[in-house]
């Protein structure tokens, strides 16, 4: 009677880890297809079992944008300070959206690639891949689903006759937005794993970033109203405030963005990346062996 030969699973263990940048790197490019079926996995099951489905990624948008029109645009009147666009468009729920968009996509990225590490760790024990594989998917799969609301911003714009050619910045300035937030994701997934709080004060920590960073309030607000420099300069150089600046440049005021802010976001997104790859790369290992 033949016996079943006993199944061999690679682990955590020492002769499986990627022993440098470069070679966890060209590891991630053999496990692509790995990371391809991650991500079309994740995409069809996102909305599995909803009667409505992909429809979803467009309501989702556009109630969020209705709630903060309603709150701050309507009740708190903060679109008094938003300027008027070349077209003579004054408009606070495309001001708004041209904010969130961008914010949205990294907030996502940042959660699910941190959340996505920690997921992964059982299957890993039983199936080998790079432990960066599922966070990559994870910000593929943020970058695919916001193209939908790519698509209903640009909209948006057109039926206001607001829409002009800077708007090809716009995919680009998305992508920065995933860059950003893999580079924190995997920053944070480690010790997220050693340590839950990691997860739950990044939360917190996000609530109220949101409310500081100019998304439903329009930068000029700190030149009108704080008179402190230092508080000025720190504002002017938050990463997120750039990006969500830059991205209403060129939608809302249909103008090319500064060079300086683009060099500035491409070397923010650089560094955040490597930083968060080289912290990522060499604990991921040690932490899921002491979970």
Known sequence: MATESPQHHI??????????????????????GYIFYLTRRDLRTKYNRSLLG???????????????????????LVDR??????????????FLFSGLIVWQLFNQTSMNVMSGFTSAIVLRRKLYFPPAAPAISKALVNLVDSSIELLVLAAFYIIAGNFGITFVFVPVLMLVAVIFGLGVGLLLAVANVRYRDVGYIYTLF?????????????????ED???????????????????????????????????????????????????????????????????
């Open 206 to 222: 996000m609530r109220l970033f949101f409310y500081i960073t100019p998304i439903i309030w329009p930068f000029q607000m700190i």
């Open 54 to 76: 992909w429809i979803w990624s467009i309501l989702n948008p556009l109630v969020t944008l209705a709630i903060y029109s309603l709150v701050f645009g309507v009740i708190l």
């Open 225 to 291: 109203r704080i008179g402190n420099r230092w508080v000025k300069l720190a504002a002017e150089f938050n990463p997120l405030a750039k990006l969500i600046d830059v991205c209403r440049t060129v939608t809302y005021s249909l103008a090319w963005p500064n060079l300086f802010d683009l060099a500035y976001l491409a070397g923010v997104g650089t560094v955040l990346t490597v930083v968060g790859w080289t912290v990522f790369n060499r604990s991921a290992a040690d932490a899921a062996e002491g979970m």
């Open 11 to 32: 682990t955590f263990t020492p002769a499986g880890r990627s022993g440098s940048t470069l070679s966890a790197i060209r590891e991630l490019w053999d496990f692509r």
């Open 81 to 94: 300070n938003i300027g008027v666009s070349p077209t003579g468009l004054q408009s606070f729920p495309h």
